[in-house]
C-alpha cells in the first residue's frame, strides 16, 4: 500500500476486494477444513488488511452471494488452489476422497449444482489532497 500510495495521485483511491467462500455455511465449513484455509481468509479473520502512510483508515463493506456450482466445477476450485496443487500425490488424493464424501452429502452430484455461499469483502482508502487528512 505504501507503493501505491507513492504512484496515486492526491485524491484518488485505493480499493481492495476478496471474495471468500462463506464458512458460517456448515458444509463450506467443511470443504475449508478439507482443503486448508487461504492466506486472504486468515488475513480477513484477523481484522482485515492494514494499509500504509498515507493512506488513514480503511472503510468497509461486507455482503453476501451465492454461486451455483457443479460437482465437476467445485472440483475444479479446488484443484485450482495453491495448497492443492503443491501438495503431495498423498495428500491430493486424501483431498479428493473426503471431497467426493462431502459432495455426496450436499446433493452436488451429476450436473445438479448447489448453492457455493460467498462474503465479499471490500475496503476504500482516499489518498490525502496535499496538507489534508486522509479520508
Do not use: C
Not at 467443511?30 to 492494514?50: C, F, M, V, W
Amino acid at each position: 500500500s505504501a507503493e501505491i500510495g507513492r504512484v496515486l495521485r492526491p485524491g484518488g483511491v485505493l480499493g481492495l476486494v476478496w471474495n471468500i467462500r462463506d464458512e458460517s455455511v456448515p458444509w463450506v465449513a467443511r470443504l475449508t477444513e478439507i482443503t486448508k484455509g487461504s492466506h486472504a481468509e486468515q488475513l480477513l479473520a484477523d481484522g482485515g488488511p492494514e494499509v500504509a502512510a498515507p493512506f488513514g483508515e480503511l472503510a468497509s463493506r461486507t455482503w453476501h452471494w451465492a454461486r451455483p456450482i457443479t460437482r465437476a466445477a467445485l472440483m475444479a476450485m479446488v484443484h485450482s488452489r495453491s495448497y492443492v496443487i503443491t501438495a503431495t500425490p498423498e495428500e491430493r488424493a486424501r483431498i479428493d476422497r473426503e471431497l467426493e464424501v462431502l459432495f455426496d452429502e450436499i446433493g452436488a452430484t451429476g450436473d445438479a449444482t448447489v448453492s457455493l455461499p460467498y462474503v465479499t469483502y471490500a475496503f476504500r482508502a482516499v489518498k490525502p489532497e496535499a496538507g489534508g487528512a486522509a479520508r
